[in-house]
């Protein structure tokens, strides 16, 4: 939790009103969302009971599982799942369009399917049920059909991407919510997405005060799963499941299956309204400038692996090897990296928190000299110097390298750093972005008086070596075995 978050969360709590924590909303939010509320059986691993899932707020799709601790029964659950989800995700994909002129441009989906799920608890049913369906065989004794394992695979890579922290792809609402507002309650009750919306949206006529008590309530505000209340397993579920289990007759069978989907959808049309409402709340936050760009990487990514599992890929593997999750460590590392700047450099108030830790300044140029060159290799180069007076406390150092988000990412070295009666003043070298002559473009560097904030936070990617190949790595590193000849003595043991 950063400094300002701390105080937005206190300010919440004495006031019982959510403060905002981002000018913008650093997240795209599709046209056609695809929410999926799931419930599992408690007790079991693994086991689904139930999901509401579709596009379209008002004509949800329940499907629920007959008997959820019986195999064949998940694996009809997981069919059905396949029937609503791989459709939008088929039809995503036939809609494409190129990324730049000439034949050799490639091609990229005019916009990618995008799940929500109400908390961090769905992502990881998403995960768990790709995992459980992914790896089935499509021939053979135990063979299911070819799109359950489809819907592994994309489940799987849902639940990847969702791991990073520029994700469109798979959303968990109490996440999107908290990253935009705080509230005055934990962490912990901020993971219930009831309570949440409590502070944002209470129900007509009640304060926020109420509505945090209600929501507590799991009478009137259930789980918003997978989990489900013990007193409505205890009451409801159990019994209607055994019922399920001695129906001697289609006819009971069917009544008492009804009784049930009736249950559950009561149980789960409250988080579904939620979920809903949470999507419209941060549709009306603006979006951040740097958003479709991101958004656009996330159609290559999309547009990629359904070109490898249309051309017949294989699903992802149990593990990862220790080469392959290198690399997604430093790819985790490199696009957590790249989202904090570009949300920095968008949104001053993730600036104003760089600035209480030290990381950034503001202030105002007092002394620009746009016309300074130093000698070079070849010829002199142009390096402008700026003095910014600022009342900021900074941990910068002479000679680190800081960047200015109004002239996207400008780089600057810092020169000198002056104590004065009212602050420091902070003297900088411009080294990019001005043009190739000897003379600045316009606008590129600070004209007096002007107000401006330098970071030490960038975006710039700094290429690494190359990844070995896989005949260079070693095989302990999952590289090919090393050559081995037997011979008799490795029949003998120490004890032979």
């Not at 206190?10 to 000018?23: D, H, I, K």
């Not at 108030?349 to 016309?371: C, K, N, S």
């Amino acid at each position: 939790m950063t400094i300002l978050t701390s105080l937005a969360k206190a300010l919440a709590a004495y006031s019982m009103t959510p403060q905002q924590l981002t000018v913008y909303r650093h997240l795209h939010i599709s046209s056609k969302p695809i929410v999926i509320v799931p419930l599992t059986l408690a007790g079991e691993t693994n086991a689904p009971l139930a999901a509401m899932v579709g596009p379209d707020r008002a004509r949800p799709t329940l499907i629920v599982t007959r008997q959820p601790r019986n195999r064949a029964e998940r694996i009809e659950f997981a069919g059905r799942l396949a029937s609503e989800l791989l459709f939008p995700i088929e039809t995503a994909a036939q809609q494409t369009q190129a990324t730049g002129p000439g034949p050799n441009a490639r091609l990229r989906v005019v916009d990618a399917p995008q799940l929500w799920v109400p908390n961090p608890a769905g992502i990881e049913f998403i995960r768990t049920l790709g995992r459980m369906t992914r790896l089935r065989f499509i021939e053979g004794p135990w063979a299911v059909p070819k799109k359950v394992r489809d819907l592994g695979i994309w489940l799987t890579w849902f639940a990847e991407q969702a791991e990073f922290a520029d994700t469109g792809a798979l959303i968990a609402a109490t996440q999107a919510i908290a990253a935009v507002w705080a509230t005055g309650q934990s962490d912990l009750e901020d993971g219930n997405l009831a309570a949440q919306m409590a502070w944002l949206a209470p129900p007509e006529g009640m304060d926020v005060a109420a509505a945090v008590s209600r929501a507590e309530n799991p009478q009137l505000c259930p789980p918003a799963g997978p989990s489900t209340d013990p007193t409505f397993d205890r009451l409801f579920l159990e019994p209607a499941l055994r019922d399920l289990a001695t129906a001697r007759n289609p006819a009971a069978h069917n009544a008492v299956h009804r009784r049930l989907t009736a249950m559950l959808e009561e149980q789960m049309r409250p988080t579904w309204e939620l979920t809903w409402t949470a999507i419209d709340l941060l549709r009306d936050v603006p979006e951040a400038p740097r958003v479709p760009k991101r958004w656009e990487q996330q159609r290559d990514r999309f547009t990629s692996f359904h070109r490898y599992v249309a051309d017949g890929g294989r699903p992802q593997a149990k593990r990862d090897s220790a080469g392959r999750s290198a690399q997604r460590l430093a790819e985790l590392e490199q696009r957590m990296a790249a989202f904090e700047a570009q949300r920095a450099y968008d949104d001053p108030l993730v600036i104003a928190d760089h600035r209480l830790t030290g990381e950034a300044f503001a202030g105002q140029v007092v002394d620009v000299d746009p016309a300074r060159r130093v000698p070079g290799l070849r010829r002199n180069m142009l390096r402008p110097l700026v003095t910014v007076a600022t009342g900021d406390q900074t941990h910068l150092d002479v000679g680190q390298h800081v960047y200015d988000p109004a002239r996207n990412g400008q780089q600057a070295v810092i020169e000198s750093v002056t104590e004065t009666e009212d602050g420091w003043r902070i003297e900088l070298e411009l080294h990019n972005q001005m043009g190739s002559g000897l003379t600045a473009k316009p606008g590129s560097v600070p004209t007096l008086g002007e107000d401006v904030t330098y970071t030490s936070v960038t975006e710039t990617f700094v290429r690494r070596r190359p990844w070995p190949t896989r005949d260079e790595t070693p095989w302990t590193h999952g590289g090919p075995p090393p050559d081995s000849t037997p011979v008799v003595e490795d029949a003998a043991e120490d004890w032979s």
